[in-house]
Nanobody, 121 residues
Framework: VQLQASGGGLVQAGGSLRLSCAASGRTFSSYAMGWFRQAPGKERDFVATITWSSGTTYYADSVKGRFTISRDNAKNTVYLQMNSLKPEDTAVYYC???????????????WGQGTLVTVSS
């Protein structure tokens, strides 16, 4: 599976962005998909994850109620809708694919290249 993340950019606090992650290669619909983020000088943190069927989602407490993960298996794409953005959301955002739904980044098999989100105050 090859993953290509896009949609990052510069936005003011309170604004919105939608990230996309396009997958190619092996069967996308069989994988759980996750979004992670890494701020400068910090570890990669879990943001959100979704099962292959979209039946189950999990969110980090810091984004719950503001971010929404979704997927379109027909388009081989997973999305992260980010609303009410805060300066502390600034980070490089990565999408990942794995066999099970988990918040643990080490359990994901494939990673995209990352897209930078910058939220100004």
């Amino acid at each position: 599976v090859q993953l290509q993340a896009s949609g990052g950019g510069l936005v003011q606090a309170g604004g919105s962005l939608r990230l996309s992650c396009a997958a190619s290669g092996r069967t996308f619909s069989s994988y759980a998909m996750g979004w992670f983020r890494q701020a400068p000088g910090k570890e990669r943190d879990f943001v959100a994850t979704i099962t292959w069927s979209s039946g189950t989602t999990y969110y980090a407490d810091s984004v719950k109620g503001r971010f929404t993960i979704s997927r379109d298996n027909a388009k081989n794409t997973v999305y992260l809708q980010m609303n009410s953005l805060k300066p502390e959301d600034t980070a490089v955002y990565y999408c990942a694919a794995g066999r099970i739904i988990t918040t643990n980044p080490t359990r994901y098999d494939y990673w995209g290249q990352g897209t930078l989100v910058t939220v100004s105050s």
